[in-house]
Each structure stands twice: as structure tokens, then as C-alpha cells.
């Protein structure tokens, strides 16, 4: 069992950047691959960026690559999103997912568990 808390969410103007952070519970943190999805309103949940259990693989949706990048501390059973250059289409609720793989998951039905989420907006 995996519990995921997300913070570091708000509102920021175009061209700016935010670090969100997810916390995890659970003595398996360390062999689960981690993901963030979002969701803006009126749209389905879209894959962001997601990283191997090692940290040694990473992939990220056409959309953010280049602006956000993946991060993970196994020994504080955290994984991180850093976001630059945000964009006013950046704006929605941002998940983080644990899922029990080997490899990089990109799809939301890979994924087991998920947090609450946190609501980025970005300003133009």
C-alpha cells in the first residue's frame, strides 16, 4: 500500500516555474515507478512525466519536454516536477501515481495508486 500526498501547487504568471512534490508512504516506495498526470477541466487526465524506480529512465509527454523535468529521492520517499517556462495550457490539477513497474508507465490505467491532487494555475 502506497499513500501519495502532492504539494507545491499555485498560481504563477506565464514564463514562470513551480516545484511540486509528492510524499509517499509505504516500505515499497523505492521499487515503484512514479508518474504525474493532470487534468484540466472538461478534458481526461493526460500523462506529464514519469520515472523509473532507480531514477535511471524518464519520460515525459511532447508538451513539457524541455520545461519540466522528473526527479525522485528514494530515501525520502519523494518524487518531484519541476516546471519552467510555465504556459497559460499548463493550467490544471496535478497528480502523482505510484504503480508496482519495472519501467516507465505513461498510461493512467498502469498506475495503482494516486494522491488528491494540486491545482496549478498559470496566468497569461
Known amino acids: 500500500q502506497v499513500q501519495l500526498v502532492e504539494s507545491g501547487g499555485g498560481l504563477v504568471q506565464a514564463g514562470g516555474s513551480l516545484r511540486l512534490s509528492c510524499a509517499a508512504s509505504g516500505r515499497t516506495f523505492g521499487s515503484y515507478a512514479m508518474g504525474w498526470f493532470r487534468q484540466a477541466p472538461g478534458k481526461e487526465r493526460e500523462f506529464v512525466a514519469a520515472?523509473?524506480?532507480?531514477?535511471?529512465?524518464?519520460s515525459y509527454a511532447d508538451s513539457v519536454e524541455g520545461r519540466f523535468t522528473i526527479s525522485r529521492d528514494n530515501a525520502k520517499k519523494t518524487v518531484y516536477l519541476q516546471m519552467n517556462s510555465l504556459k497559460p495550457e499548463d493550467t490544471a490539477v496535478y497528480y502523482c501515481?505510484?504503480?508496482?513497474?519495472?519501467?516507465?508507465?505513461?498510461?493512467?490505467?498502469?498506475?495503482?495508486?494516486w494522491g488528491q491532487g494540486t491545482q496549478v494555475t498559470v496566468s497569461s
Open positions: 520515472i523509473r524506480w532507480s531514477g535511471s529512465s524518464t
Open positions: 501515481a505510484a504503480a508496482p513497474l519495472g519501467r516507465v508507465g505513461v498510461l493512467v490505467y498502469e498506475y495503482d495508486y
